[in-house]
């Protein structure tokens, strides 16, 4: 009897090693899932969102830079105009919203979509913008 009373200690404390187990392992799986339904639902914020504000999302961007590597071969390192029109006074033509406009667009031999970014474009624009 003293045998068999050894053995089902150890059975009860397989299964009871079991259930512990089964147990953590289901309230670590449900922590995991409520974590990434979290982080679905409220994804972190970075940059400038991060620190309590919209923030300028374009005070980064190098607007000129940026018309240097995709505008300048139309428009001129000057914006003074190639195959595109000259912009050094495009400012006191257009506002910002249209010059954005624009460059999402396109217009007339212009092609639209050449910025992809939205930061881009904003920033782009705003600098043009100030061309008086």
Known sequence: MAGSNKKDMNQNDVIDSAKAFFTSFGILFLVFILALVG??????????????GAGAPTANIDAAAIFKQNCA???????EGIAGPNLTKVGSK???KAIADIIKNGKGGMPGGLLKKQPEVQAVAKWLSEKK
């Open 39 to 52: 982080s679905i639902f409220f994804p972190p914020k970075h940059g400038e969102e991060a620190k309590g």
């Open 73 to 79: 071969s139309c428009h001129g390192q000057n914006l």
């Open 94 to 96: 257009y506002d910002e």
